[in-house]
């Protein structure tokens, strides 16, 4: 049996977050991310983890078949609430990090 601390990475764009997990010793088993083009870079730079190319709302169930990992971390997309945003509350975008929220419990 492994000691290794496993991680979901939602939010995920090319990969940069998982690149320091990975060498904190983290195995990230799962991710997930919206752009086919960032996707797709996260893939050639890391084809050990399962990506899954698609909106988060639509892989919700496929995250919780990753229940007991150690971590679960993400960039959700800030562009409606950062200040080099449109600092818009009513940007669809905004309200992903609640999404992120309700699957960020360890124990899914």
Known sequence: ????????SLFTGAGGMDIGFKKAGIKVIFANELVKEAANTYFANHPESLMINDDINNVLDKIKEFRGVDLVFGGPPCQGFSVAGKMNPDDERSKLIFTKLRQGSPRL
Do not use: D, H, P
């Not at 049996?1 to 979901?8: C, D, G, I, K, P």
């Open 1 to 8: 049996m492994s000691n290794q601390l496993t991680a979901v």
